[in-house]
Each structure stands twice: as structure tokens, then as C-alpha cells.
């Protein structure tokens, strides 16, 4: 069983700046991929970035030059600083793991209980 726990978030004026961490715990697996997405009231949840063990980087659109996601693989933990917040950033931002289990082929899925952001103008 892999546990993610994630911190930081909270509240911050429009332009301001939060990073949020998160941290993968558990024994007999290894983590191909990390990264964080989003979800607003209403919407759907949305990939904001992801890193995965190579190096490759996948961010949102609207992120792109704000956000910078950051991984220690030997750490299984993965950070997100995020500057020049707008107040449509504000969301629950969940954690989120691509997991191969020991002695298996296949990789799975794992969530954080999510964090929430909120960004005021």
C-alpha cells in the first residue's frame, strides 16, 4: 500500500506565491511518475504538472511560466512551487502517484487527500 501526504497550500493574495509538497510512503514499489492536479468547484479535475522518473515534464497551459514542479526520486517526494498566483488557480490541488508494485509489471494510480489553495484578487 502506497500513502501519499501532502503540504502546504492555504490563502494568498493575487501574485503571491505557495509550494505545495508531497510525499510517497509505503514498502515494495517503485514510483515511475509524480505530479499534482487540480480541481475547482464544479469542474473536472485537471492535470496541472507531472514528472516523471526520465525527466519529462508535462504542465497545464495555464500554468506555463508560473508553476514548476520538482521530484527527489530517491525521496519518492514531489513539490510544486507556484508564483504568480490569479485567483483562478484557486482549487483542491490533489497529489498524485503512478506506482509499479514490487514484483509487478503494471502501474497504478495513487491520490492525496488534496489540499486546498485558495487565491483572492
Known amino acids: 500500500q502506497v500513502q501519499l501526504v501532502e503540504s502546504g497550500g492555504g490563502l494568498v493574495q493575487a501574485g503571491g506565491s505557495l509550494r505545495l509538497s508531497c510525499a510517497a510512503s509505503g514498502s515494495d514499489f517503485r514510483v515511475v511518475a509524480m505530479g499534482w492536479y487540480r480541481q475547482a468547484p464544479g469542474k473536472q479535475r485537471e492535470l496541472v504538472a507531472r514528472?516523471?522518473?526520465?525527466?519529462?515534464?508535462n504542465y497545464a497551459d495555464s500554468v506555463k511560466g508560473r508553476f514548476t514542479i520538482s521530484r527527489d526520486n530517491a525521496k519518492n517526494t514531489v513539490s510544486l512551487q507556484m508564483n504568480s498566483l490569479k485567483p483562478e488557480d484557486t482549487a483542491v490541488y490533489y497529489c498524485?502517484?503512478?506506482?509499479?508494485?514490487?514484483?509487478?509489471?503494471?502501474?497504478?494510480?495513487?491520490w492525496g487527500q488534496g489540499t486546498q489553495v485558495t487565491v483572492s484578487s
Open positions: 514528472l516523471t522518473n526520465g525527466g519529462s515534464t
Open positions: 498524485n502517484a503512478d506506482v509499479v508494485p514490487r514484483n509487478k509489471y503494471n502501474s497504478y494510480a495513487y
